[in-house]
């Protein structure tokens, strides 16, 4: 289920990755668990039907409206 949660804990970590300090090694566990979580957020959060993924520039700059499903 989509959750506003899911979707502001997505905006965290792009936020955090956004503001990484550079540069960032490759065997950065930390920043590496920020990425595959990035990305399974943005897989999760995914809607409609046609499950289409939100990009996250969309989310980013909040052009998108989000409701809790049921």
Do not use: W
């Amino acid at each position: 289920m989509k959750t506003i949660k899911t979707i502001k804990t997505l905006q965290q970590i792009q936020e955090e990755i956004k503001n990484y300090p550079t540069p960032v090694a490759p065997c950065d566990t930390h920043f590496n668990f920020l990425l595959s979580e990035r990305d399974r957020l943005t897989k999760e959060s995914a809607v409609g039907k046609g499950r289409r993924i939100i990009m996250e520039e969309e989310i980013a700059i909040g052009s998108v409206d989000y409701e809790d499903e049921q």
